[in-house]
């Protein structure tokens, strides 16, 4: 299903964490249909924050402040699409870490949409959080002379000077949730796509807000790296607790630097704060940690909340063990990364900064909500663990 070159580079395409399930992400026959007239398609999603004519609102600001423009308004005409399959171009795709549900489904669709487009990707390399790797990474495709390179900084100063020399070469940019210190849109790049970070962290909020009746005592496990997209989610779950649910009171705010490590400082935060009433994760990989802490102290009266919806959360939320999630949309995401792409292979102008709306995801819209973020049906797993509760 997913196609890659062996090369000399640390591939992705691998099975999930241990602390994640494995991601089945089958192509979306209904996406590559679409793409004979848009490069970018996005399903009304099951339940977002929306304005008064209805539309979804994103909230989120660019790395550098930018207004978000929807995913949904990137297209191109058939002759566009023409022209780009005569190319023969081709695009490496650097991710900083390639061991979860997020990255696999944005990878599908940024294969999914190379592929509709005739373009061959010929490098796709997972730098497992290393800056270091990742300098090596983009060192290592850039050997392949790719015309697009799409990737996700892992440290956006230790990696500017080796995006930079990408960009000298003349070689494409499109980043992931976040961009190189120093790089402004339409100079050093093309552009940045990411989900509304900011709305799924009211999203997680007002999950946790509701579920305890506007009071209680909640703690926080944040990922204490300065990383521009968790860092939006932090912000927006801090600012509605405190201006939404004032008789909330944040009693404890842990960090970690191992995703799979959070078990322990959860185990710390639920013997200083026994009380404990809720806890907020970081993303789904983190809240893994959490809810197996949660298990072994017997305290499953706590409520859970986090964003990413990972395959193994999703059935936790089926089953109301997780109160549920703010939900990205990756391979949605990744479908806008490939077509912001092409926009700079065709000199077309491109959005400094485009995003997916945020997605409440909960135990009642589980199964319509995963359809949307995969691109497939709800797998048999899921439907059973939704229809047991």
């Given at each position: 299903m997913k196609k890659m070159l062996a090369i000399l580079l640390t591939l992705v395409m691998v099975v999930s964490l241990a602390a994640c399930g494995n991601s089945s992400t089958p192509s979306a026959e209904t996406t590559a249909a679409a793409q004979e007239t848009t490069a970018a398609t996005t399903t009304a999603p099951a339940e977002t924050t929306t304005a008064t004519d209805g539309a979804p609102v994103i909230l989120s600001k660019g790395p550098n402040g930018e207004d978000a423009v929807s995913a949904t308004t990137l297209g191109l005409t058939p002759d566009e699409i023409a022209k780009v399959k005569a190319g023969n171009y081709t695009a490496a795709i650097v991710f900083h870490y390639g061991g979860n549900d997020?990255?696999?489904?944005?990878?599908?669709?940024?294969?999914?949409?190379?592929?509709?487009?005739?373009?061959?990707?010929?490098?796709?390399?997972?730098?497992?959080?290393?800056?270091?790797?990742?300098?090596?990474?983009?060192?290592?495709?850039?050997?392949?002379?790719?015309?697009?390179?799409?990737?996700?900084?892992?440290?956006?100063?230790?990696?500017?000077?080796?995006?930079?020399?990408?960009?000298?070469?003349?070689?494409?940019?499109?980043?992931?949730?976040?961009?190189?210190?120093?790089?402004?849109?339409?100079?050093?790049?093309?552009?940045?796509?990411s989900a509304d970070n900011y709305g799924n962290g009211i999203v997680a909020a007002d999950l946790i807000g509701e579920a305890l009746g506007g009071q209680g005592k909640v703690g926080i496990v944040h990922f204490d790296v300065d990383f521009f997209v968790t860092n939006q989610r932090l912000e927006a779950f801090e600012k509605t607790m405190s201006e939404k649910y004032p008789n909330i009171q944040v009693v404890s705010k842990m960090g970690f630097k191992d995703p799979n490590a959070t078990?322990?400082?959860?185990?710390?935060?639920?013997?200083?704060?026994?009380?404990?009433?809720?806890?907020?994760?970081?993303?789904?990989?983190?809240?893994?940690?959490?809810?197996?802490?949660?298990?072994?102290?017997?305290?499953?009266?706590?409520?859970?909340?986090?964003?990413?919806?990972?395959?193994?959360?999703?059935?936790?939320?089926?089953?109301?063990?997780?109160?549920?999630?703010?939900?990205?949309?990756?391979?949605?995401?990744?479908?806008?990364?490939?077509?912001?792409?092409?926009?700079?292979?065709?000199?077309?102008?491109?959005?400094?900064?485009?995003?997916?709306p945020a997605l409440r995801v909960d135990q009642n819209n589980i199964l319509d909500a995963y359809k949307q973020v995969y691109q497939v049906e709800a797998p048999d797993w899921l439907v059973e663990a939704a229809n047991s509760k």
């Open positions: 997020w990255s696999t489904s944005q990878l599908q669709g940024l294969t999914d949409t190379f592929n509709n487009l005739g373009i061959k990707i010929v490098a796709t390399t997972d730098a497992n959080f290393s800056a270091e790797q990742q300098v090596s990474d983009i060192e290592t495709v850039m050997a392949l002379d790719p015309d697009i390179i799409v990737s996700i900084p892992t440290d956006p100063v230790a990696t500017a000077d080796a995006y930079q020399r990408a960009a000298d070469k003349g070689i494409k940019l499109v980043f992931m949730d976040n961009v190189p210190q120093g790089f402004t849109a339409g100079q050093n790049y093309v552009s940045c796509v078990s322990e400082v959860a185990d710390a935060m639920l013997t200083q704060n026994p009380d404990i009433q809720a806890i907020f994760a970081h993303w789904d990989v983190p809240a893994e940690g959490v809810l197996s802490s949660l298990r072994a102290a017997g305290r499953t009266d706590v409520k859970l909340s986090t964003i990413d919806l990972g395959n193994n959360v999703a059935k936790e939320i089926a089953e109301g063990n997780i109160l549920g999630l703010g939900a990205q949309l990756p391979y949605d995401q990744g479908v806008a990364e490939a077509t912001l792409g092409v926009y700079a292979l065709l000199d077309k102008a491109a959005p400094a900064y485009v995003a997916v």
